[in-house]
């Protein structure tokens, strides 16, 4: 059965500082991995999604994502955080049989950021 | 499109009462997900439909829970009786047949306090 771990519940960074928030997924086949992010009473949504071919994806609001398949990680990154990324973040894997938006979700991350 | 729409965005019950969450997906898409979030389990999959079909319902809970889907633009998730531990956010999410474009548009979730 396929897993993602997020191994940090919470993270506090400060503002214009770098951020790497960690995803390790288990999976059978070649995975289809996925970062949302969740404002407040809000819904999910998508920051960036891998599917094949290069395994450094970009997404929006200045992250990115490395898909490192021997270390069956799918790490976020931004290079300067700001206020307003303050939010919970979930790394998903889907399934990729059927459909790959039949998801998996980790625990998700906590950022809280710091001015 | 105004995205996927989910009513009510609150719901308060008391326990024992028939709770009715609904879904309008993004129209042109083909594929149709419930989940539930918590903070014990976090997000989980419920069920999800193909071309208004049932697919996989492994994720219900209970017989308490029924999830129909009518027809393309419209689906709903029936909680009866309902129960405290049902609490939770209720996402309802759409998608559409296609590597490039199988990721999934989250709506902005029910809260269900059921008292």
């Known amino acids: 059965a396929q897993s993602v771990t997020q191994p940090d519940i919470h993270i506090t960074v400060s503002e214009g500082a770098s951020l790497e928030l960690r995803c390790n997924y288990s999976y059978g086949a070649t995975p289809y991995l996925f970062w949302y992010v969740q404002s407040p009473g809000q819904g999910l949504q998508l920051l960036l999604k891998?599917?094949?071919?290069?395994?450094l994806v970009q997404g929006i609001k200045g992250f990115e994502a490395e898909f490192k398949r021997s270390q069956s990680s799918f790490n976020l990154r931004k290079p300067s955080v700001h206020w307003s990324d303050a939010a919970e973040y979930f790394c998903a894997v889907g399934a990729n049989t059927g459909t790959a938006s039949k998801l998996t979700f980790g625990t998700g991350t906590r950022l809280q950021v710091t001015l | 499109d105004a995205g996927v729409i989910q009513s009510p965005r609150h719901e308060v019950t008391e326990m024992g009462q028939e709770v009715t969450l609904r879904c309008k997906p993004i129209s042109g898409h083909d594929y149709l997900f419930w989940y539930r979030q918590t903070m014990m389990r976090g997000l989980e999959l419920l069920i999800y439909?193909?071309?208004?079909?049932?697919?996989?319902d492994s994720g219900m809970p209970e017989d308490r829970f029924s999830a129909k889907m009518p027809n393309a633009s419209f689906s709903t998730l029936k909680i009866q009786p309902s129960e405290p531990r049902d609490s939770a956010v209720y996402f309802c999410?759409?998608?559409?047949?296609?590597?490039?474009?199988?990721?999934?548009?989250f709506g902005q979730g029910t809260r269900l306090t059921v008292v």
């Open positions: 439909f193909n071309n208004n079909v049932p697919i996989d």
């Open positions: 999410a759409s998608s559409r047949t296609g590597r490039g474009g199988t990721e999934a548009f």
């Open positions: 891998y599917f094949s071919g290069d395994t």
